[in-house]
């Protein structure tokens, strides 16, 4: 069946309409690095580096940041692993749409290393779920190609 909207362009109204479905728990998380060459000592193997973290529900229940995980490894693949409550002293609550960005920081003994890990998160209807944080480089600038 065809009608005519009000523009008159012609539009089939049997065709299937278009929708986006939301996931439920859908955390989002970007990460921004930076070396911090004012804190490190390359010549004792000190290499700081900050990382800024946005973290934006993308889903369609509200939900609030428990705790982290990170895994962080360096060049000489000396792991760490660091685990607490919330981050930078909060545990943000997030409605869908909304966004949270924090910047912290991490020292490395070599100029190159890897971060990733999880936030857990608790939305309003009691549902506890991860959400990844994506794998991410850090290194002091010239030292990848």
Same mark, same amino acid.
């Given at each position: ?34 070396? #911090? %060459? /004012? ?10 580096? @900050?990382?800024?973290? $946005?973290?934006?529900?993308? !889903?369609? #229940? %509200? /939900? ?10 360096? @060049?000489?693949?000396? $792991?760490?692993?660091?685990? !607490? ?61």
């Amino acid at each position: 069946m065809q009608t005519r909207n009000n523009q008159g362009r012609i539009r089939d109204t049997h065709k299937p309409s278009l929708s986006v479905k939301l996931e439920r728990h859908n955390i989002e998380v970007t990460v921004k690095t930076a070396y #911090v %060459p /004012a804190q490190s000592a390359p010549e004792n193997n000190r290499y700081v580096f @900050a990382y800024t973290i $946005t973290i934006t529900n993308a !889903g369609d #229940v %509200p /939900a609030r940041l428990l705790t982290r995980h990170w895994v962080i490894t360096d @060049a000489n693949q000396k $792991t760490q692993e660091v685990r !607490g409550e919330g981050v930078v002293g909060e545990q943000p609550y997030l409605v869908p749409g909304m966004s949270f960005e924090y910047t912290s920081g991490t020292i490395l003994e070599t100029p190159v290393g890897v971060m990733h890990g999880s936030y857990q998160m608790e939305a309003d209807d009691g549902t506890r779920f991860h959400a990844a944080i994506p794998s991410f480089t850090l290194s002091v600038p010239r030292t990848l190609h």
